[in-house]
């Protein structure tokens, strides 16, 4: 239980990092946006070969496009203690990217442990996996 807690404080740090230095964030944004799209794709990519239903994953590709909240899909797939661990370091660019918005980085929590309790309960990484390939694919090509 204490790894889905911190894997929801990368964000925080993120978020303090970004308010200490707001004079490099200018430079380092391509950086950051990069770090995110590559965890993206590795926490997307894994949570697909954990569990792989082809179903779940078009669904998940359409729920990606029209729902962009990679902390709900998160919860769904935080089980595994490697995913949780991604999730953090994924928190620090994503934190830092939205430092002006603290409003969303605790929205977050509450998607994440609403989802949290349905991935408890089902195996939907799948579903989880391609909805965060969704959101990479349509912030990469900004659709």
Do not use: C, D, H, W
Request: proline share 1%; no cysteine; net charge positive.
């Amino acid at each position: 239980m204490v790894f889905y807690i911190i894997s929801l404080l990368g964000q925080y740090i993120g978020y303090i990092l970004a308010s200490k230095t707001k004079e490099e964030l200018k430079e380092g944004e391509k950086y950051f946006k990069l770090t995110f799209s590559i965890l993206l794709l590795i926490i997307g990519i894994y949570s697909l070969i954990i569990s792989f239903n082809i179903i779940l994953l078009i669904i998940g590709l359409i729920l990606g496009f029209l729902i962009r909240k990679e902390y709900l899909y998160f919860g769904l797939i935080s089980n595994a203690i490697f995913i949780a661990s991604l999730i953090f370091i994924f928190g620090l660019p994503y934190g830092t990217l939205k430092y002006k918005k603290l409003k969303e980085l605790n929205f977050n929590i509450i998607l994440f442990i609403f989802s949290f309790a349905i991935g408890y309960f089902f195996n939907l990484y799948s579903l989880a996996g391609g909805a965060l390939l969704g959101i990479l694919v349509k912030n990469l090509f900004k659709l």
